[in-house]
């Protein structure tokens, strides 16, 4: 399943710590011409950022991608930027999404 954002989709959704998503990007950044696009995400809450890092995106059928591999926190928080100092913080409120904790029934031992 995936997560549909305003100009960005999520998979899979929800997320769970510890596993890798993909964030694939289709906002206004990607109609300027040769630049080079960043992901800038964190985790935390309240307009608290922790664990931050910024992430250069790859170009394939007009979207951008990058895949993250989460951490154990609660709330997953994201924005876009480009080489050229453009951003794109969803209009002030940038991108956040509820990181969901593993379950005890869902680890497993693999020899």
Not at 80 to 87: I, K, L, P, T, V
């Amino acid at each position: 399943m995936e997560y549909i954002l305003p100009n960005v989709v999520v998979k899979p959704y929800p997320i769970i710590e510890y596993a890798s998503i993909d964030i694939v990007y289709k906002g206004r950044l990607t109609r300027l011409k040769n630049n080079k696009l960043f992901i800038y995400y964190g985790y935390g809450c309240s307009g608290l950022w922790l664990a931050c890092e910024n992430k250069e995106m790859f170009l394939a059928s007009g979207c951008y991608h990058a895949t993250i591999k989460i951490k154990a926190y609660s709330l997953l928080n994201f924005c876009f930027h480009d080489n050229q100092g453009h951003w794109d913080n969803n209009k002030g409120h940038n991108w956040h999404i509820r990181i969901e904790k593993i379950s005890k029934d869902t680890i497993s031992i693999n020899d």
